[in-house]
């Protein structure tokens, strides 16, 4: 097992995810990705599988958080469940394809279309557009293509889908409560299929740590499990008590910050 020091980091990381993933709908991928990658080249990790190691491990670890997470919006009414049955299989089909696609691109342009991807995320909660007020939710196809698409995305960055599924349904007029909500409860097919992609696509893989399954690394993701899963309802919590204001500028000032994070470690 790796030594107590890093159990503990990662036990810290998950506090933080579980608090985030609850706070804002998302998985909590955007903070793990960058922070595990750190992480793991301060344990010497193989170089070469860095990157996709952090996304897998990310992916298996959003599992159990998305649970606790949607559980505690689910509580607070705030889960549109019928436009997540309908977003679910493009979701599905969107994450598990593209880990094949992740599984041959090497560190450095993954580490670069993750933070051009948080820093974007970041500029649209900044200038916080307003959508036109006859603007809907779109049917069954409309989502079900909406679930592919962020299905893919978040598989190439081990998001839950959060930081696309709440912008997406915010556009749509649905509440920001309601968005983070639903987004929370979109998050665990994303985090299913994601991590059975990168089980799958690392398993040919011999040069990887102990402890490793497919890319997944299995310490780190009990570990940041363990404490998401307490932090979670805490951050669902704040989510509806928080003025809606703040909580896209805090987000947008996380995701800048990861984005800058990332290229750090990587580059």
């Known amino acids: 097992m790796p030594e107590l020091q890093w159990l503990m980091a990662y036990m810290g990381l998950g506090a933080l995810v579980g608090l985030l993933a609850g706070l804002f709908g998302i998985g909590g991928g955007g903070v793990m990705v960058p ?20 996304l897998a491990t990310s992916m298996a670890a959003i599992v159990p958080t998305a649970v606790a997470s949607l559980r505690a919006h689910h509580r607070h009414a705030a889960v549109l469940w019928p436009v997540v049955a309908r977003m679910t299989p493009g979701i599905l089909f969107g994450t ?7 599984s041959y691109i090497t560190a450095k342009p993954l580490a670069i279309f ?11 909660l900044f200038l916080d557009r307003k959508p036109t007020p006859s603007r809907q939710l779109p049917g069954t196809a409309g989502l ?10 978040s ?38 299929a994601g991590a059975g992609g990168y089980l799958v696509n690392g398993w040919q893989i011999h040069d990887l740590p102990e402890f490793t399954l497919g890319f997944i690394y299995w310490p780190a993701v009990l570990s940041v499990a363990s404490l998401s899963l307490l932090t979670a ?7 509806h008590q928080l003025p809606v204001k703040l909580l896209k500028k805090l987000f947008g ?7 800058l994070q990332m290229l750090r470690t990587v580059l």
Do not use: D, K, Y
């Not at 598990?96 to 992740?102: K, L, S, V």
């Open 35 to 54: 922070v595990l990658t750190m992480l793991f080249v301060a344990q010497g990790f193989p170089t070469e599988h860095l990157v996709h190691m952090a």
């Open 96 to 102: 598990f394809a593209a880990t094949f696609i992740a």
């Open 114 to 124: 993750f933070s051009i991807f948080m820093s974007f995320v970041a500029l649209q």
């Open 144 to 153: 079900t293509a909406a679930g592919a698409g962020i299905g893919g995305i």
């Open 155 to 192: 598989a190439l960055v081990a998001i839950g889908g959060g930081s696309l599924t709440v912008p997406f349904l915010a556009w749509c007029n649905v509440a920001i409560p309601v968005a983070i909500g639903t987004s929370a409860a979109v998050g665990l097919p994303v985090a299913l």
């Open 233 to 239: 309802p805490l951050g669902a919590r704040l989510a």
């Open 253 to 259: 000032v996380l995701s800048l910050l990861l984005a």
